[in-house]
């Protein structure tokens, strides 16, 4: 082979080393690479690469062996001479170098001086070659450090950036777990970041389901935005939130995972509601319009005010809210063009035709670039305001009117300041109140207030001032310049300038001195006695309720008198009731004189007074015999005070009284501490009168007899064990039928048939009479229908407790209704002491059953205070003579014959029907006959039965 030959295969061997020195990883596989190749080289005995003052890969005995030395400099750059020739002719030097740069040298150990030769250049681009190639690795380690050090800084700033977002950033993995997430995710879930990455990233959420669709939306369309969901902390805390998410891809494009943002917007949320609930409630039209002039949004004044749904408003027109949609139209124009529009006045349309004056405000609102996106609109309702500023207008317009009819008014008016001052008075006030002109000019309206009412006055006109009212009606007393009181009826109006500003008080003043004490008067009667002046029954059983109450809380007793006249009677049928009046009012004041201050007295009806004694505390023990001692010292009193001789008219009278005594206990009501006082004093009046007695166990049995009957009667009624039985009413001049009187009787299941004196007062006192009542005239209306040829009505007996039931005329007429009975076949039978008692709901219920065709007869009469008022104010068709008259008549002429024969011709006078009760004897019905009484009743004609005697 020649040397050119070899020459070119061993440079071909060493550009193809060198090609491959690129591959190597490392400058010492380099050096060993080179120095194995380099050996090929004809002359080259051994081969070191010399980089910067080290041999990369060298045997170091044969370095020292051969005395070689790799200089070092600082920094090298391409001038740098790092390959010095040492005068040595075995070693030669290839520099390893660019233009930029000396990296070292090649050593190369030569045993033949002219075959290197012919190879250096060929060495030296070798050695340039390997400069370039280090040059290369150095920009490459160089540009990877950098951009290491920028990819170091990057992420730490990211991170940085990710761990200070108050937003909750999690990074998840295309399974939906997390991977990563920042402390705002810890702190908005309440769990630790360790414990967070690795689970379900839609566990998170209070809806799971609609985070895993939302994030399988993200993966079909690489993102999603602002999507509502609801985040839950361990301690139930809930975060409303917007997600946004997008994929992340490596640098293939490939899909990593997911990068989600969860921003809270709880408080705009709560803020957005807070304005939306302001836009709501508030009064004025708010909208919002698009540049297009349509609705978008309004609110519910808006919707009141045309009279339009929301739903139906968004999407219309603005103008064609307006009566004027053409004005609206170039008003809304002016907004784009200044940005506002303020207080343009307009007419909004109801969809009924109603119309409001409204003042028009507008702005353009924009995005955050500067983009008008549209206008908001406010309407204000100015209707009731320019009324205003008309009728102020026309105030102004006329006040000599005004000050005309002030002075011309039959009421004091006058105006004041907010402080009281007075500026303009009319005649009426001064006329009122005595004072002229001038001193009212001179004074405050609360001058002229009696000092009592002072406060009340202030007050209300603070309150009118403060508008928490528009005006006040208040009574108040003033006083006169004589001094004298007068009671006013004070209206109060607070009056307001042009601009809305209180600025000063009218004030209507009416004389109710008259009216005040008309009502006072009333108070008083209401629960006063108009003959005695003492408390009436009503009074009496209110203050006993509180009485009792008291006494139960404390442990105390109450101690009830129940007083009565002996023989008042007497008094009344001898001297009359006038005289019998005077003697009532005389007790009453005696009674009054005898009592303890605190004692209690009241007239509890015609000759009866009950005293009421507080504060006994019971009757066990030494307490309780000085209670019994204290309530008999009160009886013993009453009953001295009472028994003082007495002149009336003329005549000496010595009244006397009994008087029951009970105490209460702790069961006892008004009702049944003045039943057992009445029980006593039934017992003092049977043992003889003028004493009082103690309510003791027999009567206390007795009155457990009463309440035991009671609940007999209500079994009774259940039951329907009341039977009628019927007496004939006959025509005294031939004793033929003409009606009938229905008299009720008690089938008792164990007492056998019992008259209505053994059960009918309890009966009242309990009110089961109208219960009783209605079973009567069932039966009654029964018998009439089935027998439709009975002589003349039957009478039915009326307590005053059935007249005083609300529903009892209903019930007669349902009753007469259901057995189809003509009500011109009933009577209603009333006595006059009933009747004394009615309220005006039972004469109405009268005088109704009278239009109807029911007969109505006054019984026994002649034993009540005032008769022939009673037939003057009821609707009376018939009366009958009390039996006790029937039972007085005698052969000769006597008080009886005049007192019935004077009956007879008031019946006759009043073309009334007349009855006499109670005949058991010819000669008395021969008398009354003689008389001129057409009908009769009694034992005589017939007995009660249980069928009613044929025509």
């Given at each position: ?56 890969s ?8 051969l005395?070689?030395h790799?200089?070092k ?59 370039t ?17 920028l ?16 937003d909750?950033?999690?990074a998840i ?5 997390i ?12 769990i ?17 389901v ?12 690489g993102m ?45 949320r ?6 939306r609930?302001?836009?709501e ?22 919707v ?25 139209n ?32 507008a702005?353009?609102y924009?995005?955050a ?25 026309s ?6 009117l005004v000050?005309?009819v ?15 001052s ?32 002072l406060?009340?006055a202030?007050?209300?006109?603070t309150?009118?001032?403060a ?8 009574t ?10 007068v ?13 809305g500003?209180a ?5 209507q ?57 002996d ?35 009241g ?9 009421v ?11 309780g ?19 003082v ?18 105490t ?5 009501t ?7 006082a009445?029980s ?5 009046k ?66 056998g ?5 053994e059960?009918?007062?309890i ?26 040829d009975?002589?003349g ?44 008692s ?6 109405t219920a ?20 005032s ?11 018939g ?7 029937v ?28 009855i ?7 000669m ?13 009743q ?14």
């Open positions: 082979m020649s040397d050119t030959r070899f020459a070119a295969e061993v440079l071909g061997k060493l550009l193809v080393a060198v090609q491959t020195l690129d591959a190597l990883p490392s400058v010492k596989g380099m050096a060993e690479f080179l120095q194995s190749s380099l050996r090929e080289v004809p002359g080259v005995t051994n081969t070191f690469m010399c980089l910067n003052g080290e041999f990369p060298a045997d170091q005995a044969t370095i020292a062996k005395d070689l790799c200089p400099a600082a920094g090298p750059s391409a001038s740098t001479p790092l390959c010095v020739p040492e005068d040595r002719p075995d070693i030669q030097l290839v520099a390893m170098r660019t233009p930029r740069q000396a990296f070292g040298c090649l050593q190369l150990v030569i045993d033949d001086e002219a075959k290197f030769e012919a190879y250096q250049p060929f060495l030296v681009n070798i050695g340039h070659m390997v400069a190639i280090l040059e290369k690795r150095q920009n490459d380690r160089s540009l990877a450090t950098a951009t290491a050090q990819n170091r800084q990057a992420f730490e700033s990211a991170r940085s950036m990710i761990e200070s977002s108050l909750s950033l999690v993995s295309p399974e939906g777990m991977t990563d997430a920042n402390e705002a995710t810890v702190k908005v879930t309440g630790p970041r360790d414990e967070l990455i690795g689970t379900a990233f839609s566990e998170c959420f209070t809806e799971p609609k985070a895993n669709a939302i994030y399988q939306l993200v993966f079909e369309r999603a935005v602002d999507y509502p969901l609801t985040m839950r902390h361990r301690d139930g805390t809930l975060t409303e939130v917007l997600y946004n998410a997008s994929v992340y891809r490596d640098v293939g494009g490939k899909v990593l995972g997911v990068f989600a943002a969860a921003r809270d917007v709880t408080e705009a709560q803020a957005f509601q807070s304005a609930s302001m836009i409630s508030s009064l004025d039209s708010l909208v919002a319009i698009s540049p297009e002039g349509m609705i978008t949004d309004a609110n519910e004044a808006t009141k005010v045309t009279g339009i749904p929301r739903v139906e408003l968004i999407g219309t027109a603005f103008s064609e809210c307006f009566t004027e949609p053409v004005k609206a170039a008003i809304y124009q002016l907004v784009f063009e200044q940005g506002m529009a303020v207080d343009y006045p307009l007419t909004m349309r109801h969809r009924d035709g109603t119309l409001t004056e409204v003042l028009y405000n702005s353009v924009r995005d670039g500067g983009k008008v996106l549209g206008v908001f609109a406010a309407a204000r309702d100015v209707t009731e305001q320019n009324r205003a500023a008309e009728t102020a207008r105030l102004v317009a006329a006040e000599d000050r005309t002030m002075g011309s008014a039959s009421i004091g008016i006058v105006l004041a300041g907010l402080d009281g007075i500026r303009v008075v009319n005649s009426a006030l001064c006329d009122l109140l005595g004072y002229d002109e001038a001193y009212f000019l001179a004074h405050r309206l609360q001058d002229t207030v009696h000092p009592d009412d406060e009340v202030l007050l209300d006109r309150r009118v001032i508008g928490s009212i528009n005006k006040s009606a208040t108040v007393r003033l006083v006169r310049a004589d001094g004298a009181t009671w006013v009826r004070r209206v109060t109006v607070l009056l307001r300038d042009g601009d500003e600025n000063m008080l009218m004030m003043v009416e004389d109710i001195t008259a009216e005040h004490e008309a009502q006072e008067a009333l108070a008083y009667q209401a629960f006063h006695d108009s003959l005695t002046g003492l408390h009436n029954r009503a009074w009496i059983l209110d203050i006993l309720a509180v009485d009792l109450r008291a006494a139960k809380r404390r442990g105390h007793s109450v101690g009830a008198l129940f007083v009565d006249l023989n008042f009677k007497v008094v009344n049928d001898s001297l009359g009731h006038a005289a019998g009046d005077e003697v009532l009012a005389a007790v009453a004041e005696r009674i009054v004189a005898a009592l303890r201050p605190g004692d209690r007295v007239r509890f009806g015609g000759d009866e007074f009950v005293i004694v507080q504060g006994l505390q019971g009757l066990q023990g030494l307490q015999l000085q209670d019994v001692l204290e309530v008999e010292r009160c009886a013993e009193r009453v009953s001295a005070s009472i028994g001789d007495l002149q009336v008219r003329g005549h000496r009278i010595v009244p006397t009284a009994s008087i029951g005594i009970a209460s206990t702790s069961t006892s008004p009702e049944s501490l003045l039943r057992d009445d006593a004093l039934s017992q003092a049977t043992t003889g009168r003028a004493r009082w007695h103690f309510f003791d166990d027999t009567m206390h049995a007795q009155a457990l007899a009463r309440l035991n009957i009671e609940d007999q009667l209500r079994e009774a009624i259940t039951a329907s064990q009341f039977v009628v039985f019927y007496q004939p009413i006959v025509a005294l001049a031939d004793a033929h039928v003409v009606g009938h009187e229905a008299l009720v009787r008690w089938a008792h299941p164990n007492r048939l019992l008259s209505p004196g059960f009918l007062e009966a009242e006192d309990t009110g089961l009479i109208t219960a009783i009542g209605a079973q009567v005239l069932d039966q009654v209306c029964a018998m009439l229908a089935e027998h439709p009975l002589p009505p039957i009478s039915v007996n009326v307590s005053a407790v059935q007249l005083a039931a609300p529903d009892w005329l209903t019930t007669v007429r349902d009753t007469l209704a259901t057995h189809r009975v003509d009500p011109a076949r009933i009577v209603i039978e009333v006595t006059e002491t009933a009747v004394l009615l309220v005006d709901s039972a004469r009268l005088t109704s059953l009278r239009e109807l065709g029911i007969g109505i007869h006054l019984d026994d009469f002649g034993t009540g205070y008769s022939i008022s009673v037939l003057r104010d009821l609707p009376v068709t009366v009958k003579l009390d039996l006790r008259f039972h007085d008549l005698t052969a000769d002429d006597s008080q009886a014959n005049a007192l019935a024969e004077g009956v007879n011709g008031l019946v006759k006078g009043l073309h009334l029907t007349g006499a009760e109670g005949i058991e004897t010819q008395q019905a021969n008398i009354l006959r003689d008389q001129g009484w057409e009908h009769g009694g034992y005589y004609f017939g007995k009660p039965a249980t069928t009613p005697l044929p025509p």
